[in-house]
């Protein structure tokens, strides 16, 4: 999705509160982020361009915040409902198969994957059900070799 004129039409476009849609720099409590987030939701169900704001989301691994009407959890679960690839998260790599430089490099919890050549990028290519690379096996033999000898 390349056209984004649609944020011209959004909702949230010029909102007085617009630090609804995403968590302050400090700790929240539990209680105050769904507050904040379900005032976030209800701006964005009466928006004429939800699922647009929601699909740029989804194809560009926007993690934080909420758009289209939905937090980062949700709208991963949203789009694996609907075959679509979860960018920025380990199911977008490993189950998907995207190898996107979003989808590369970080997993959900913001940190990068092991790159190939080690005995973890090994297991992922496994959980991938593809077939590991050379430097990948022989970091996977390395691994239980050692382990091996105790």
Known sequence: MTD???????????HPTPDIFFAPDREEPRHVRKARETDAKAVCATCAVIMECRMWAVETG?????????????????????????????TGYDRD???????????????????????????????????????????????VRRSREG
């Not at 919890?109 to 430097?135: I, K, M, S």
């Open 97 to 143: 198969g995207c190898r996107c430089d979003i989808c590369r490099g970080l997993n959900p919890w913001g940190r990068f994957l092991r790159p190939c050549g080690t005995a973890a990028a090994y297991q992922r290519h496994l959980r991938a059900g593809e077939e590991a690379c050379g430097a990948c096996k022989y970091a996977h033999m390395a691994q």
């Open 4 to 14: 984004l004129g649609w944020r011209d039409r959004a909702e949230c476009l010029g």
């Open 62 to 90: 926007m993690t934080d915040g909420v758009w289209g009407g939905k937090t980062g959890a949700g709208r991963s679960r949203w789009a694996g409902r609907h075959g679509l690839v979860r960018h920025g998260t380990r």
